[in-house]
């Protein structure tokens, strides 16, 4: 495993559709655990492969520290309620803003085996599946920043607050 470089806003990765993943190789292997070692690395949630440079649609969720979640070709096919929260972004450090987001969100993926399967999550989860899948496309969360963005210290400052 390696850390790699996560891209800030102003790359044009970033403003990427990601491809579709049909294929797991070994350099896709190593693309996933890279991921999760550089998002904890960085104190983060979540990553989208987008994010260290790769436009494949893969994302890595861990909300809690113990419960790593691998994404590939993930879809978003039920969203239920509203939160409202900080939200910040390892691709925008250091920042936050106000965002809406579903409190329920149910996103059909696949596997590191390319096996399809669903996941469901509410709060910190649904907020990082939806955040996430953004990235996927082409989209960073500060479209929806209401109010402005904020400086933050860090962004383990954004989970203490989405805790409170």
């Known amino acids: 495993m390696a850390l790699r470089n996560i ?3 102003g790359d044009e990765v970033l403003n990427k559709r990601c491809k579709e993943v049909t294929v797991i190789t070994p350099r ?5 655990d890279d991921m999760f070692e550089t998002m904890y690395d960085a104190g983060g ?8 440079g790769v436009l494949k649609r893969i994302v890595v969720i861990d909300t809690t520290g113990e419960d790593p979640v691998v994404l590939i070709n993930p879809e978003i096919v039920a969203t239920d ?4 929260g900080y939200e910040g972004c390892l691709s925008i450090p250091e ?5 809406k987001r579903p ?7 696949y596997d590191e085996e390319l096996k399809p399967f669903e996941i469901e999550g509410e709060g910190l989860l649904a907020r990082a599946i939806a955040h996430e899948l953004e990235h996927l496309d082409g989209h960073l969360y500060v479209e929806h920043v209401e109010g402005g963005v904020e400086g933050l210290v860090n962004n383990s400052e954004l989970v203490e607050k989405e805790e409170e």
């Open 7 to 9: 891209r800030v806003i």
């Open 28 to 32: 896709t292997k190593t693309l996933i």
């Open 45 to 52: 949630v979540g990553l989208a492969a987008c994010q260290v």
């Open 81 to 84: 309620g509203e939160q409202e």
């Open 95 to 99: 920042k936050s803003g106000w965002v």
């Open 103 to 109: 409190n329920y969100v149910k996103c059909r993926a």
